[in-house]
């Protein structure tokens, strides 16, 4: 143990005066919440997850394998400045292994500290949290030859020690092209193929611009709240595709953000990220810009708009529209409520805390800063009928009634034009600069939909998209929340249970 903390010590008294920058950058780590098990035993899973991988402390894993096949030993190099990992040797366990990991999250400052296996050193993906070294499972499962598979049904992190390392099909390498499957039906035939472009392998669902070609919004559970694994979704809908579509928080609330909007319904609408949207027409589009208001009419002719819909108030300058889709109830803090039952405002006053949504109606929340005085008893009165229609501010949709649409972003082309550089500001680097796990999605001129699988920066993977001929597209939710079915087949399997998906039928 006192060997250890010195060794430490000196590695962190070299980082401190070393003066190359061996940290390139900051992320954020959240405690896994998936559960583990090894050689089918029910194990502590001590990990963090960065960017949608598992990473464990080396020492933990060391520990958990000791008795196993795949067993290994760790320790320092003082003068080489380098952790060493010595294959098929036990490794004595200390006092402070295996120890639960009690803060909800903890910052990952990625390393070049040098790795050596078994006298040859090798290149893996480290990061320091709290002082202690993580390294991604499937990093070690593939050095060690160890078995990593992840049980999606169950959230399980699957280790068998006794097996071989066998890489996620996400990460094979595509040795040659697949050929085109194409399924007919009596007008159209969606075509899925294995294509390269702009120096990517890509997973390319075609959807013909065709009567009989449907697209439905669905949501985990058909709740605005929670996820669910994507095969349930799949085997409850049965569409011909789908892909995931927003992103959502994947850690604590696993709510989605930005606007969704299902059979004509806005289930939520918050933000202006880009967006693909299927009108009333059957006309499909990407918008660079998601913004709408819902605008209503009183029976008195007078007018109001509402910025938000079922999305936390922490706006006390919004004003909101809450429906059954966002539960019971919603906890507000101060502001007027004006409750509308079957068309009709039943009642209007001042509100704090929890506030009952009507089973059959909606409640018009307005902040306790949305408003001046007297408007409220000017506006909204007992009795008064109220209608409201959805209005876009984008140009393109100005009269156009949108069925179904899901956002993310950013956009990658508008017009036939690369805008991904200046519409990445805003998201974070594991989106706007990092190569990894992508869904995107966009439209022809014809207007045919092309949905892409990969692995890509943003930069690439706008270039990819107008190779495959789309003059409009954006990047959807990715990493380990990057998901593609087809007809009866995973193509592209996620990491995780997934929020909201765009499915794809054919009648």
Request: aromatic share 8%.
């Amino acid at each position: 143990m006192k060997k250890f903390r010195t060794m430490l010590l000196i590695l962190l008294a070299f980082l401190i005066f070393s003066p190359s920058n061996i940290y390139a950058k900051d992320l954020p780590a959240m405690k896994t919440n998936q559960s583990m098990s090894l050689d089918g035993k029910e194990v502590e899973a001590n990990a963090f997850l960065i960017e949608g991988n598992n990473y464990f402390k080396l020492r933990d894993m060391a520990a958990l394998l000791t008795n196993t096949p795949a067993k290994f030993n760790v320790s320092y190099d003082q003068e080489k400045n380098s952790v060493v990992i010595e294959s098929n040797k036990a490794y004595q366990v200390l006092n402070n292994d295996l120890v639960p990991i009690e803060v909800k999250s903890a910052k990952a400052i990625a390393s070049s500290q040098s790795i050596i296996l078994d006298g040859q050193e090798i290149d893996l993906t480290v990061y320091l949290i709290n002082d202690n070294n993580y390294f991604k499972l499937r990093d070690l499962g593939k050095a060690l030859n160890f078995g990593v598979d992840y049980n999606v049904e169950k959230e399980e992190i699957v280790v068998n020690s006794n097996e071989e390392y066998k890489e996620a099909e996400a990460e094979k390498e595509v040795v040659k092209e697949e050929p085109k499957a194409e399924v007919e039906t009596n007008k159209a035939a969606i075509t899925y193929s294995n294509e390269k472009a702009a120096g990517l392998s890509l997973n390319v669902l075609t959807v013909p611009n065709a009567s009989n070609i449907g697209f439905r919004v669905v949501r985990a559970n058909d709740s605005l709240h929670g996820t669910e694994a994507f095969s349930s979704i799949i085997s409850r809908y049965n569409p011909k595709a789908a892909v995931n579509g927003n992103y959502f928080d994947a850690y604590n609330t696993l709510e989605p953000y930005s606007t969704i909007i299902s059979n004509y319904e806005v289930l939520k609408l918050v933000g202006n990220d880009a967006g693909f949207y299927v009108t009333e027409s059957g006309r499909r589009g990407v918008i660079a810009n998601s913004s709408l208001l819902i605008n209503g009419t009183t029976s008195a002719g007078k007018s109001f708009s509402v910025w938000y819909k079922n999305t936390p108030a922490n706006d006390s300058t919004g004003i909101y529209i809450f429906s059954p889709y966002y539960g019971p109830s919603v906890d507000v803090k101060g502001g007027n409520a004006v409750v509308v039952k079957d068309g009709v405002i039943s009642s209007v006053g001042p509100v704090d805390g929890k506030v009952l949504i009507p089973s059959n109606g909606y409640i018009i929340y307005l902040g306790p800063d949305a408003v001046g005085d007297g408007y409220i008893d000017r506006m909204f009165q007992t009795g008064l009928a109220i209608t409201t229609e959805v209005a876009f501010k984008e140009p393109e949709l100005d009269g156009q009634r949108v069925k179904e649409m899901i956002c993310a972003g950013p956009i990658l082309l508008k017009d036939g034009v690369d805008v991904s550089a200046a519409n990445k500001g805003g998201y974070e680097s594991k989106i706007s600069t990092q190569n990894a796990q992508r869904s995107a999605i966009g439209v022809k001129e014809d207007g045919s939909v092309v949905i892409v699988t990969t692995k890509a920066t943003i930069a690439d993977l706008a270039k990819a998209m107008k190779a495959l001929g789309c003059v409009s597209a954006t990047n959807l939710d990715g990493g380990a929340s990057s998901a593609l079915y087809f007809n009866g087949k995973t193509i592209t399997n996620p990491g995780r249970k997934l929020s909201t998906l765009l499915f794809i039928y054919e009648n």
